[in-house]
């Protein structure tokens, strides 16, 4: 096997797409959105609960590929407890990383152990055709953000 | 034209009689010898077929030496495009065995034929309440057309189902054929799972409830002959591209008295007999559905592949297909963990399967690698696709210039595939 191969299909990835994390929709969630690619079909359903303008916790739901399960995933697990404004600056290194440019790679408001855990993405990089399906969570969560909050409910 | 002369050649050289000598086919297709392509399996032709030496020479003639405008200048020249657009038409007449070249309209593709139709003569015949028969197997270009007609005019669409093998489910076609089917359309052979349709007997039933048929051509030209007289069919539709001929031309078939009957789609330069403000009168088909300046070269490139593949000889070409097929789908069946979609008993020469826990896009990916070319995903047949319950398929297609190489490069590549997801 080729070592860009190996380098996109490490175990890690193969080990998220398997058995993707936080494959759910967490309790009190309050910011939705479906993201879609209808190139390949895969979709994804990102659920955040915001508070403060932090993400408390999030969860996803879908089905796809493994480099767009295992990119939403391990999306999920470096999410929780960040800002909004440090949410954003990750999904822009990391996106930086996949398409070879560097336009944010001093963004001070990223954390440098987060972002390493993301690296295992850094395959993806040779594949262009493949950035859409390591993207597609990412920008559905930036999606959810954006909406409008569920109302609150007084249950 | 003496058609068995590369033939006899083969069979001197060889104690194996190939009926078809696809190592000779390929050295015709330039593209196959470059290093993106040589030494792997190109098995996407269903996509789009590569171009043989003489599509590309009749394309560059016509730039070169014979290229003006159509149906307008006096000069030589014009004479001359004119003539073989004209003869291209003639070609594509006798490829489809039509009755007449008038009813052979050129168009973009197949997609555009369909759009043609569901305008000029959907919008005319087809009202509110009348339905339209569709089938789980077709295309989105055999879908989306029919659906924007129908919210226009108020019609509805009623899909046949198919049954686990991919077969269209023949007693259910029947409940829904009535007097308000007023448009058929169907497939010649499904991209996604290679099916072909029983289409003789599925217009037969149509005409006898007074409906029209569309038959959807884009995977039938390449692989099957196509008779629209023994068919009876009402339109046929095909795109060069996949017949080996350049993209962006395509044809239209539609019987004379429909397309007399029809308004024309687009107005413009080339389709009216005159024009003044009060009024403009259409000139006969083909012209009133050709309107503005058409893809010259492009019906030149598509005569080109039609006089290859008939030189050939179609049937020479879908028998070694198939033998590709059958090797392919045997071997295929004995690995553990891949599964198969689509085994009709009469199939065009697609193989579209699933390796288990492996996404069909992580398996094109891994195929890409191993020097495999192969199309994955929902192949623009969604429907088919949830009728499986799955979100696409890896589709392997076989054409002219395949070989057994190709079929032990893509047996090999699912190994590949079951290594890394173990």
Known sequence: MSSELRELYQEVILDHGRTPRNFHKPEGANHHANGHNPLCGDRVTVHLKLKDDKVEDVGFEGSGCAISMASTSLMTEVLKGKTVTEAHALFHRFHDLLTGSEDSAGDAAVDTDDFERLMVLAGVREYPMRVKCATLGWHTMEAAIGTEADKVSTE | ?422
């Open chain 2, 1 to 422: 034209m003496n058609t068995l002369a590369p033939l006899a050649e083969a069979r001197r050289e060889s104690v194996f009689v190939p009926a078809f000598d696809a190592e000779a086919a390929r050295r015709d297709f330039p593209i196959l010898a470059t290093p993106v392509i040589h030494g792997r399996a190109f098995l996407d032709s269903a996509a789009s077929a590569q171009k043989p030496m003489q599509v590309i020479d009749a394309v560059r003639r016509c730039y070169e030496a014979e290229y003006a405008n159509i149906h307008r200048g006096v000069y030589e020249l014009s004479a001359l495009a004119t003539k073989n657009f004209e003869v291209a038409r003639d070609k594509v007449r006798t490829f489809l065995n039509a009755r007449e070249s008038s009813e052979i309209i050129f168009v973009r593709g197949g997609t555009e034929g369909v759009n043609l139709v569901a305008y000029a003569y959907g919008d005319k015949f087809i009202g509110e309440g009348d339905e339209i028969i569709l089938t789980y197997l077709e295309h989105h270009s055999n879908i989306v057309p029919w659906q924007l007609l129908a919210e226009r005019v108020g019609a509805k669409i009623r899909p046949v189902p198919i049954d686990d093998a991919g077969e269209l489910i023949m007693e259910e076609y029947e409940k829904l054929l009535g007097p308000r089917t007023k448009m058929v359309a169907v497939t010649h052979a499904s991209n996604a799972l290679g099916t072909l349709p029983p289409v003789k007997q599925m217009i037969e039933m149509a005409h006898a409830q007074g409906a029209v048929v569309l038959i959807d051509g884009a995977q039938g030209a390449p692989h099957l002959k196509v008779d629209v007289q023994d068919l009876d069919c009402d339109f046929y539709v095909f795109s060069g591209h996949k017949v080996y001929g350049p993209s962006g031309i395509g044809v239209l078939y539609g019987k004379k008295a429909h397309l007399l009957a029809m308004p024309p789609w687009q107005g413009g330069g080339d389709m009216i007999e005159s024009v003044s403000f009060e009024k403009t009168t259409f000139a006969p088909p083909p012209n009133k559905f050709e309107a503005g300046t058409p893809h010259i070269s492009g019906a030149t490139g598509l005569a080109a592949a039609i006089d290859y593949v008939t030189k050939l000889g179609l049937d020479n070409i879908a028998a070694h297909e198939h033998a590709l097929l059958e090797e392919a789908t045997q071997r295929m069946r004995q690995i553990p963990g891949v599964r198969i979609y689509g085994e009709a008993k009469n199939k065009a020469a697609i193989l579209s399967f699933m390796i288990d826990g492996a996404h069909p896009h992580d398996v094109g990916t891994i195929f890409d690698h191993h020097g495999v070319a192969v199309r994955a995903g929902h192949h623009c047949a969604q429907p088919v696709m949830e009728r499986y319950g799955i979100p696409g398929t890896v589709r392997a297609s076989f054409a002219l210039y395949n070989t057994r190489h190709d079929v032990n490069l893509l047996i090999e590549a699912v190994d590949k595939v079951k290594e890394i997801f173990k």
